[in-house]
Nanobody, 126 residues
């Protein structure tokens, strides 16, 4: 099992910055992809950014040039640096671990599996 714990959310003025952290516990494998998603009130959850074990990233167009995802020196930690924040960035931000189907150690995952953190609120307002 994997557990994800986010931290770093809060209230910030437009144009400000925040850094979110996600710590994963449990068995983490090189094929796992970690990322951040967000959900604003009345909207569906959407991708923000992902990063794989090789450091390859994928960012949503809405955050390119403003947000940066990275991994810590410990492979089980992921960060989201958010700069030039806008009111439309207001949402609950969720850490995600995507595990592709396959065999991991002695466990079989017959389908893709998603792990989620509990979420952290980010509010951008003056």
């Amino acid at each position: 099992q994997v557990q994800l714990v986010e931290s770093g959310g809060g209230l910030v003025q437009p144009g400000g910055s925040l850094r979110l952290s996600c710590a994963a516990s449990g068995s983490i494998f090189s094929r796992d992809v970690m990322g951040w998603y967000r959900q604003a009130p009345g909207k569906e959850r959407e991708l923000v950014a992902t990063i794989d074990s090789g450091g390859n990233t994928n960012d949503a167009d809405t955050v390119k040039g403003r947000f940066a995802i990275s991994r810590g020196t410990a492979a089980n930690t992921v960060y989201l640096q958010m700069n030039s924040l806008k009111p439309e960035d207001t949402a609950i931000y969720y850490c995600n671990l995507h595990r592709p189907r396959g065999i991991y150690s002695d466990q079989v995952y017959p389908r893709n599996y998603e792990y989620w953190g509990q979420g952290t609120q980010v509010t951008v307002s003056s």
